[in-house]
């Protein structure tokens, strides 16, 4: 019976300790490497299939200074997450930009029109995004490169504007 024992135990040590797969982790990792080649040579092939005589026209006829297509990269992006809920008031329903401004709509429910309305509410909402926009967000500094015309905050009651909230870059410079 100690020499079946001993047996089985030897023969688990094998297979547990005898087998060495380092053969195994280099063929893993070729495979790996192919995969990663592979896929740039997709991308390269993508890259290559959207270089149009339209696109090349197309950006060729693009100014320097238009930022459309990056505003137009920024938006769809925040689109993507929207709606996002702010607080127990309020929601971040939409964004668009119109003249190289980013437009922000923010909906308002469960106070007062008259309580959002107040002078002191106004300005600690509008405390609060000087604070943001004027801030040294890395992000934020990027918008105010694209969106040189700044930023409005729209707030919305009953799909009623009933306040907003124009920042420019140069608005910053002073604080």
């Given at each position: 019976m100690k020499g079946i024992k001993a047996t089985v135990?030897?023969?688990?040590?094998?297979?547990?300790?005898?087998?060495?797969?380092?053969?195994?982790?280099?063929?893993?990792?070729?495979?790996?490497?192919?995969?990663?080649n592979m896929d740039i040579v997709e991308r390269g092939k993508k890259i290559m299939a959207q270089s149009t005589p339209e696109?090349?026209?197309?950006?060729?006829?693009?100014?320097?200074?238009?930022?459309?297509?990056?505003?137009?990269?920024?938006?769809?992006?925040?689109?993507?997450?929207?709606?996002?809920v702010v607080d127990k008031f309020t929601m971040f329903d939409d964004i668009s930009r119109n003249n190289n401004k980013l437009i922000y709509k923010y909906v308002?429910?469960?106070?007062?029109?008259?309580?959002?309305?107040?002078?002191?509410?106004?300005?600690?909402?509008?405390?609060?995004?000087?604070?943001l926009y004027c801030?040294?967000?890395?992000?934020?500094?990027?918008?105010?490169?694209?969106?040189?015309?700044g930023v409005s905050y729209n707030y919305y009651l009953a799909n009623e504007k009933i306040m907003s909230f124009d920042l420019k870059p140069s608005d910053c410079d002073s604080k």
């Open positions: 135990v030897m023969f688990m040590a094998i297979i547990l300790f005898g087998f060495d797969n380092s053969e195994a982790k280099v063929i893993d990792t070729k495979q790996t490497d192919i995969q990663e696109k090349i026209k197309q950006f060729n006829n693009q100014k320097d200074n238009d930022y459309s297509f990056a505003q137009d990269s920024v938006v769809a992006g925040i689109k993507e997450k929207l709606p996002i308002m429910k469960g106070l007062p029109k008259e309580v959002i309305l107040l002078k002191k509410n106004q300005q600690s909402v509008l405390n609060r995004i000087v604070t801030g040294n967000d890395p992000n934020v500094k990027a918008l105010k490169l694209l969106f040189p015309n």
